[in-house]
């Protein structure tokens, strides 16, 4: 199973986070870059993927990081805020 960790304290909006998944999901180049097609990409792996957040960041990262969240928690990964 897959872990991928992120910090959103390092990202200056939403754009940049769902850019940083884009490459560490390896996800497809059509990857439209939004919780739904986020949870699109994640149903149609065969494996779930586990989230680890060091910090959500804040204000409208932070707000995209929760969604991610649980987008990842309904895909039946694990996230854990560390």
Same mark, same amino acid.
């Given at each position: ?7 959103? =304290?390092?990202?200056?909006? /939403?754009?940049? +986070? ?10 497809? $180049? ?12 994640? =149903?149609?792996?065969?494996? /779930?993927?586990? +989230? ?10 932070? $707000? ?15 996230v854990k805020?560390?």
């Amino acid at each position: 199973m897959q872990t991928i960790m992120i910090d959103g =304290s390092r990202y200056d909006s /939403p754009r940049e +986070l769902h850019l940083a998944l884009k490459q560490m999901l390896s996800l497809p $180049s059509y990857y439209g870059m939004n919780a739904d097609a986020l949870n699109d990409c994640l =149903s149609e792996r065969t494996q /779930p993927v586990n +989230l680890w957040v060091f910090d959500p960041g804040s204000g409208d990262v932070a $707000s995209a990081v929760s969604v991610i969240c649980e987008v990842f928690r309904d895909n039946g990964g694990n996230v854990k805020e560390l």
